[in-house]
């Protein structure tokens, strides 16, 4: 991708604007500043192109005169391929003297976020202004304390520039890219959108554009001209947009920044699939994906303005997602919660879960209402005893026949990528000792698995590997939920605890002839001792309660109904749980009202 570089006399005149401005040079005199500019060398780098990479020797000092750069720490702990933005380097700003003043090696990586003008002051030349002038020092410490002081931590930087590039024939991208302004516009003060007429603008022309709007939207043209090459470097996320209708992987007529060797980083990308006047047929999702070249896919009418205003959401960070816990029939509280949320103008964006809590945000993924979710839950679940199918138990209780049934009526062949809200459940992979999150795959198949109680239904085969009940491992993941970076989190939350009891004069295990006495002689009365599924059921919960306090901290909102007093298997318990879920939610949210989080909640 060719960038067009500026004259010397225009670059020269940029620079001595920047030197006047800069905090470092405010204290020197007309000549030290023209010693200083007689120094500097111009590179003109291309949006996503490296300035220095972690490790290198430190040999120069830069100053940026226009666009803006990156400093990434790369993760060994948790994906050294995708390092993290810890700060921006904006105009008027130096860049790598941290390293210089140790004299040591780069100890992170430092690219262009847009095209750029960086001016390169050789360590030679740093080390003689130093001397030189030493009222220069503290002025340069205030600038490293600063920079280490907005640095962002570990919550990922979100967007503010979009690439919307065409894919396809027919992609109606002029009418998406206005509906699309119009809701980045209810989350900002103002949205500007770029066309062709803008390619022969100087950076500091895009730089200033950017600082005056909230987001700026770049209109691609539909081929591989200069302009869609400048789109693609100076968006923070490129967005493909096609029609949903036509078949085939989704591909582009033009690069779209492959895996260069030795990038400091990579661009979000982001695929919308437009619908007309409907939701997405079963299995018909997977074939436009292209193969996991885009990193999250979204499923948008046009006709609906609450999808766009979702997928402006998504992309900005302003997104709701829900998390909901397992936890047998108390898990139809997650209803009462959702009809909570909706009643108060909370959006759920995302939906997550495991075992119980994972069919409920399936049915939320689906976009069922609230009499749906009523309907189809009541009716698989209470009317219908899911867990009634016993087996010879050489490998579980029951068959498992039925939920199988039951999950593929209400379900169908959908795919996860075919849901309308993104999704995700849990599973416990007993071959890899690991709790393996889903998001693509034939969505009853999956949550099958994530229901799947050891010794109360059959695990789970899947390409050789034997997945039981996410709840094994984590009953509440609503950590997976926080490293998606889009937004709010709202955990639900099921305490477990008070699940299982025996009678106090119970010391040992029941005969065989205890038990039919009991049933024959004393039978309108509880049994004092707990079923054998009360007990596996709890038992596959017991791990994962041990690590619920640092689950329940990671939710930016936490929302717990009080259900002790209803057994994990008590399916008749359905109105009483989504009553508890509905009246703890509304609760909840009038206390987080005058919270940070219940202003960001209630403005999504």
């Given at each position: 991708m060719s960038l067009v570089e500026p004259s010397e006399d225009t670059a020269r005149l940029r620079l001595r604007s920047v030197l006047q401005r800069a905090p470092l040079f405010a204290d020197l005199d007309p000549e030290g500043l023209a010693a200083v500019e007689r120094e500097l060398t111009l590179l003109i780098l291309p949006g996503g192109a490296p300035l220095f990479r972690q490790g290198e020797p430190a040999d120069a000092v830069y100053v940026v005169a226009s666009g803006c750069l990156g400093v990434f720490r790369h993760q060994e702990e948790v994906d050294?391929?995708?390092?993290?933005?810890?700060?921006?380097?904006?105009p008027g700003n130096l860049v790598g003297e941290m390293s210089l003043l140790s004299h040591g090696k780069r100890t992170r990586s430092v690219a262009a976020l847009r095209d750029s003008e960086v001016w390169r002051l050789a360590q030679s030349s740093f080390n003689?202004?130093?001397?030189?002038?030493?009222?220069v020092l503290p002025a340069l410490m205030r600038s490293v304390v600063a920079r280490n002081?907005?640095?962002?931590?570990?919550?990922?930087?979100?967007?503010?520039?979009?690439?919307?590039l065409p894919a396809g024939p027919n992609v109606p991208s002029a009418r998406f890219a206005v509906m699309l302004a119009d809701a980045l516009g209810r989350?900002?003060?103002?949205?500007q959108m770029l066309g062709p007429e803008s390619v022969d603008q100087e950076p500091e022309w895009f730089a200033r554009c950017e600082m005056e709007s909230s987001f700026v939207l770049y209109r691609a043209d539909a081929t591989q001209t200069p302009w869609t090459e400048l789109c693609l470097r100076q968006a923070d996320c490129l967005i493909a947009v096609r029609s949903a209708e036509h078949d085939g992987p989704t591909t582009l007529p033009f690069d779209v920044e492959t895996a260069q060797s030795g990038a400091v980083f990579h661009r979000r990308r982001e695929l919308v699939l437009l619908h007309e006047g409907h939701d997405p047929s079963p299995g018909s999702t997977a074939a436009l994906l292209a193969g996991g070249l885009y990193g999250h896919h979204h499923h948008i009418r046009l006709d609906i303005h609450a999808d766009i205003d979702r997928l402006a959401r998504l992309l900005t960070g302003h997104a709701v997602g829900v998390v909901m816990a397992g936890g047998g029939a108390r898990a139809f509280t997650h209803i009462g919660v959702v009809k909570a949320l909706r009643q108060s103008g909370v959006p759920i964006d995302l939906v997550g879960g495991t075992s119980m809590g994972a069919i409920v945000a399936a049915g939320v993924a689906s976009r069922w209402n609230d009499e749906e979710l009523n309907e189809r839950f009541r009716r698989a679940f209470v009317d219908a005893n899911p867990l009634n199918d016993y087996t010879v138990p050489l490998i579980s209780l029951f068959s498992g026949r039925r939920v199988t049934r039951l999950l593929r009526a209400a379900f169908g062949e959908k795919d996860i990528e075919d849901l309308v809200l993104s999704f995700y459940c849990m599973t416990a992979n007993l071959t890899t000792s690991d709790a393996d999150i889903h998001t693509v795959g034939r969505l009853w198949r999956w949550l099958r698995?994530?229901?799947?109680?050891?010794?109360?239904m059959p695990p789970f085969n899947e390409a050789g590997e034997v997945h039981v009940d996410g709840g094994v491992i984590d009953n509440f993941p609503v950590r997976a939920m926080r490293r998606l970076g889009r937004g709010i989190t709202i955990g639900v939350d099921i305490d477990t605890g008070g699940a299982l009891a025996a009678g106090a004069d119970v010391m040992e295990p029941w005969s065989a002839w205890q038990f039919f006495r009991r049933l024959i002689w004393r039978r309108n009365e509880t049994l004092p001792i707990p079923s054998i599924v009360a007990i596996l059921l709890r038992s596959a919960l017991v791990a994962s309660t041990a690590r619920a306090a640092q689950d329940r901290a990671a939710a930016d909102l936490l929302i717990v109904p009080p259900m002790n007093h209803i057994d994990?298997?008590?399916?008749?318990?359905f109105d009483a749980a989504i009553e508890l879920g509905y009246r703890t939610t509304m609760e909840t949210l009038e206390k987080a009202r005058a919270l940070p989080v219940g202003a960001r909640l209630f403005l999504a």
């Open positions: 050294a391929s995708e390092p993290l933005l810890i700060a921006e380097v904006p003689a202004l130093t001397k030189h002038h030493p009222e002081a907005v640095e962002t931590g570990k919550r990922r930087r979100q967007p503010r520039t979009f690439a919307i989350i900002g003060n103002r949205v698995a994530s229901v799947a109680i050891p010794g109360v994990l298997l008590d399916w008749t318990s």
